[in-house]
Every structure is written in structure tokens, then in C-alpha cells.
């Protein structure tokens, strides 16, 4: 089963999701709870490898955790105290079934699972230079990378020809990678995807977010630091910094959409994050109405801190089956805008004749922002006036995040009173760059040292980019051909 969400062709897609556990019985079958609550950052497919004490076992498919790993069958084969697995949303390689991660490969030190969240952005690079040294791809993803780095660095002892491999990537990751001499968890120096440490009896835990802690009943211990290397072996715990300090930069997505409202980031509540997130909105934006309406599910909790700093009654305006993928055959368009009302249909009884604050996360493209709206007056709201929880997306995403290329974004073509026209709403509004800080708890952006990578929004990457600096020369070489064509 592929996707869920609501709008398949109109958000900014999750990552992907890593989990992995140390020193338990039955470790794969906890590592698969511990999935199920991060499938919201990836829902293409799903993988689990285990160890038990001599041989690697794997087991990988398509489609959502609970098609792969309810069977006790599934479970039993992967046997052993330790077990790392991921979720996948694929933002570099196809979307195939030698792309589905854990990683494996047979290296001259022995076994090595890769479970990767985030996006090198050298990958292509780095991937030619190995392909020219004779390493042969298994995958199109850019987590194979790191595999062939370490095992083709001339150090001696496995950490070391890690590290060394990971000192030639740029861009983001969270890693869990499972050997026979321990578990290793590392995030890249800038700490720009999350990874938490945890505790269950004897056993050790890393996951992309403390909610699978909590699933899972165990206890959280600490964020894995930006340049952190932490690695759990039958000797203990022991953690390396192998890097330069650097000033964090964490995802400042992971606050707005990402990450589950039920986690906690960088000591925060993500739902409590996510009100006072509105409640700036409202405070930057107001406006006279009847209602303040979310679209749910991702637009609720800053619709709850819109309506409650502004004192407008929060209403379920908008209702969501949860029972419905993507939308099935569409033939004629009358067939496709009937499939949005499967996935979300306007609760007319309470919007007639009424004004309506309708808040959402993001807009992408504005396709889905269009098809509410509509959806909305055809339902009788007398005005829609549209809050949006983030600044306008104008800037595509290398880290890890699936956004569409710039020029489909709506809000790199167009302003906001453009932004406005084109979803026909009654007004159009953001909240501002330093309003998402202040709700973060810091008093305005540093323009400097920014405290977030907030890319998408500002264009301010905090890494190099080579693989998009490799294309764009052919990129203009290919305009100024069309242009003399």
C-alpha cells in the first residue's frame, strides 16, 4: 500500500524514518513497532536486518510496515538481539526494491546494515569517482555512497574507515548502521535530521524521533548530538566527535510538518511548538471571522493556537476519512475532484453563510490550497481567508526532503497577492520568518548564524551543493543551445 496522505501531489514529503536496537530479545519484532510509529516519514517501503550473533538476516518490501512485518513468520527469521530498520520516502533513486534500506553489504571486516535518513548532496560526485576506482552499484540510492567509502578507505579498524568515509559527504544524514562488533549512530556536524538515544531494560535504542520511544516503552536518554558518533557494543557505550564543532542547524521543518505532534525535539513539544506557531500566526495576521477551520490533519494544532490567541471558535470545518490511499483511476476530471472529496469533504452544516480562518502548514504547489477553497464555498462559506503555519516555500529542499523543483513551486513564481489570486481565496497570508523563531522560542533569526536550516524558505543553504553545482552549467549550456536553436 503506497501513500496515505491526503494530497498526494501537494506537500513536501516526508524523509524517512530509522530505528534500531541493542542488547534485546526479539529485537526485530520491537524494532517493527518502533517503525510503525515513524510510517508517517516514509510510506513507499519498509526494512528490517538483524544480527544473532553469526549470521546478517533481512527483510525488505514495498508499502507500509504492517504489509511487511506482521506475520510472526517474518519475525522469527529475523532472529537475534539486535536489529536496525528503516521507512522510506524516496527523495534520491527510484523507486524500487534494491533501493528499500537497510543496506547490506559483505565488507573485508564482515557484515554492514546502513539505515540512512537525509540526502548527500555530493552524492553523485563521489558516486563517479568510486565508479571510476571500480566499485560497482547495487542501488541508485545515494546511501550506498558511504558503503563503498568504507570499504575502500585504507584505514585499519571499521570506526576509523567510517569516519573517514564520512568526512568526504556533504549534506544531511542520521545513521544507524549495524555490524558484528556493535551498533553505530551518528548526525552529520550540522545535526540537520533528528536522532534520539534510548533505554529499554538492558537494551539501547536510536530513533528518528522520540515517539517511537514512547511506543515501544522505552525511555529516553539524550538527542544523539550534530557530529556525534555514538556506538553500543558488548563493551558498552562509547561516543567520538570526530568533527570540527560546528554551530547546529537542525531542520526547521521538523517543527512545522515532519515530525509526529506527539514527539519531542531538541526538548520541545512539537504540538506545543505547533499552537504557539499559530498563535503568532494570529498575532501577525488577524482577520474578523466565524470560524478558524484546519486542514487536518497537519493544520491542527497551529489552528488550535490561531483560535485560541485570537479568540475565533476553532471548528472541524473540514472532515478526513483516514480509510482512504491514493486516489484511484482518474479518468475525466469530474472523477478526479469527486477522489479529493473522498479524502476530505467540507462539514457544510457548520460553514454555511460563514467566514471562515482556514490554516495549513504549507503551500507547495497550491493545487491543494485551490481544491479546498473550492471545496469550501461550493460547501457556502461566505469567505475563506487562508492563515498558512510556515513563510512561502520558494526553495527546494537537497536534504532529504522530497520538494518539487523551484519553478513548481507557487510561491517562487508568484507573490503572495499572486499566491492569493490563483487559490481564490478571500486573503492569503504567512507567517513571517522571524514570527517562526519567535515561536520557537528565540527572539528573531540570525542572519549570520542562522539557528535553523530554514533553506526552503530563505535560500540559505548551510552546505555546499556540488551535485546541483555539477548540473547547472549543463543546465545554461542547454538554454543558451535552445536559444541560438
Keep these: 500500500m503506497p501513500t496515505t496522505h491526503p494530497f498526494d501531489d501537494d506537500k513536501l514529503r516526508e524523509e524517512c524514518g530509522v530505528f534500531g536496537l541493542w542488547g534485546a530479545d526479539t529485537a526485530s519484532a520491537i524494532v517493527a513497532l518502533g517503525l510503525h510509529a515513524l510510517q508517517h516519514r516514509g510510506q513507499e517501503a519498509a526494512g528490517i536486518t538483524s544480527w544473532d550473533g553469526r549470521s546478517f538476516h533481512s527483510h525488505r518490501g514495498m508499502g507500509h510496515v504492517a504489509g511487511n512485518f506482521d506475520k510472526d513468520e517474518v519475525i522469527r527469521r529475523l532472529a537475534g538481539p539486535a536489529a536496525i530498520g528503516h521507512v522510506r520516502y524516496s527523495t534520491t533513486g527510484e523507486t524500487a526494491l534494491r533501493n528499500v534500506q537497510?543496506?547490506?553489504?559483505?565488507?573485508?571486516?564482515?557484515?554492514?546494515?546502513?539505515?540512512?535518513?537525509?540526502?548527500?548532496?555530493?552524492?553523485?560526485?563521489l558516486r563517479r569517482e568510486l565508479n571510476r576506482r571500480g566499485s560497482i552499484f547495487q542501488s541508485t540510492s545515494?546511501?550506498?555512497?558511504?558503503?563503498?567509502?568504507?570499504a575502500t578507505s585504507t584505514y585499519r579498524t571499521l570506526l576509523d574507515r567510517f569516519i573517514d568515509a564520512l568526512k568526504q559527504v556533504e549534506g544531511a544524514y542520521s545513521l544507524i548502521c549495524l555490524t558484528a562488533e556493535g551498533m553505530i549512530a551518528c548526525r552529520d556536524p550540522l545535526g540537520i535530521r533528528p536522532l534520539v538515544m534510548g533505554r529499554l531494560g538492558e537494551a539501547y535504542i536510536f530513533a528518528s524521533e522520540t515517539v517511537a520511544l514512547d511506543v515501544v516503552g522505552a525511555t529516553y536518554l539524550r538527542t544523539v548530538e550534530p557530529g556525534e558518533i555514538v556506538i553500543v557494543s558488548e563493551q558498552g557505550v562509547r561516543s567520538h566527535r570526530p568533527f570540527a564543532p560546528?554551530?547546529?542547524?537542525?531542520?526547521?521543518?521538523?517543527?512545522?510538518?515532519?515530525?509526529?505532534?506527539?514527539?519531542?525535539?531538541?526538548?520541545?513539544?512539537?504540538?506545543?511548538?505547533?499552537?504557539?506557531?499559530?498563535?503568532?500566526?494570529?498575532?501577525?495576521?488577524?482577520?474578523?471571522?466565524?470560524?478558524?477551520?484546519?486542514v487536518p490533519d497537519s493544520g491542527v494544532p497551529a489552528a488550535i493556537g490561531y483560535a485560541q490567541q485570537s479568540g475565533i471558535p476553532f471548528e472541524l470545518g473540514i472532515i478526513r476519512s483516514h480509510y482512504v490511499g491514493r486516489t484511484f483511476i482518474q479518468p475525466s476530471d469530474q472523477v478526479r475532484h469527486l477522489g479529493v472529496k473522498l479524502k476530505h469533504n467540507a462539514n457544510s452544516a457548520l460553514i454555511q453563510g460563514k467566514k471562515l480562518v482556514l490554516i495549513d502548514d504549507s503551500i507547495v504547489r497550491g493545487t491543494t490550497s485551490l481544491k479546498i477553497v473550492q471545496m469550501l464555498r461550493e460547501a457556502g462559506a461566505r469567505e475563506v481567508h487562508m492563515r498558512i503555519a510556515s513563510p512561502p516555500t520558494r526553495h527546494s529542499c537537497f536534504y532529504g526532503v522530497d520538494t518539487p523543483e523551484r519553478k513548481k513551486l507557487l510561491a517562487a513564481q508568484m507573490n503572495v497577492a499572486e499566491m492569493n489570486g490563483y487559490i481564490k481565496a478571500d486573503s492569503l497570508a504567512f507567517i513571517s520568518i522571524d514570527g517562526l523563531y519567535r515561536a520557537l522560542g528565540e527572539d528573531l533569526r540570525e542572519e549570520a548564524q542562522p539557528q535553523y536550516c530554514d533553506a526552503c524558505f530563505?535560500?540559505?543553504?548551510?552546505?555546499?551543493l556540488t551535485d546541483q553545482e555539477d548540473v547547472e552549467p549543463v543546465d545554461q549550456l542547454a538554454l543558451l543551445q535552445e536559444r541560438y536553436a
Excluded: Q
Excluded at 545515494?142 to 568504507?150: N, S, Y
Design 246 to 294: 560546528e554551530r547546529p542547524r537542525p531542520c526547521i521543518f521538523e517543527h512545522i510538518y515532519f515530525s509526529r505532534p506527539d514527539s519531542v525535539l531538541d526538548g520541545a513539544s512539537v504540538y506545543n511548538v505547533r499552537k504557539s506557531i499559530g498563535a503568532e500566526l494570529a498575532r501577525e495576521n488577524p482577520v474578523e471571522a466565524d470560524f478558524v477551520v484546519p
Design 102 to 125: 537497510p543496506l547490506f553489504a559483505e565488507l573485508a571486516s564482515g557484515g554492514f546494515a546502513i539505515a540512512h535518513n537525509g540526502n548527500i548532496s555530493n552524492a553523485m560526485r
Design 142 to 150: 545515494d546511501t550506498e555512497v558511504i558503503i563503498h567509502l568504507v
Design 458 to 464: 530563505t535560500g540559505d543553504y548551510p552546505t555546499r
